[in-house]
C-alpha cells in the first residue's frame, strides 16, 4: 500500500480573528496502516512581550511605593490604634449583684481612647500621603 500523507492547517485562536498573530498548528497525519501518527508543531509566540534577561532584570529593580519612613509611620498608626483599643477594653465588675455606671462610662473609656484611636488614624493618612 501506497503511504497517503495529507498535510493539515489548525487555527487554535478558538474564534478570535482580532489577534495579529494566529497560533497555528501543522499536523502531519501518516496512514502506513491501521496506526495514525501525529506530528504538532507550533509556531511560538512573536508578540509585545520580550522573554530577554534585560526586561526580567528591571522588574526585581523597581522601586517599592512607600520607603522606609512611610513603613515606620504606618507601624506607628497601627500600635497607637491597638492602645486605643486596650484603653477602651475592660468594664469588669467587681460583684456580678451591683452595677457601677463609673466603671462602664468612664472618661478612659468614653472620651481618651477614640482620641487615641482618631489620632492613630491621622497618623495612618498622613503616613500614606507622606512624600
Known sequence: MAK????KIIS???GDSSKK???KKIVDTGVASSKKKVVVKSKPNVGNFETNRSSRTNVATQELLFNRNNYLFIAAAFGIIMLGMLLMMGGDMPD???WDESIIYSTRRTLLA???ILVGLVVGVYSIFRD
Do not use: A, R, Y
Not at 4 to 7: E, G
Open 12 to 14: 487554535t485562536n478558538q
Open 4 to 7: 497517503d500523507k495529507s498535510k
Open 96 to 98: 456580678s449583684n451591683t
Open 21 to 23: 498573530n494566529s497560533n
Open 114 to 116: 477614640p482620641i487615641v
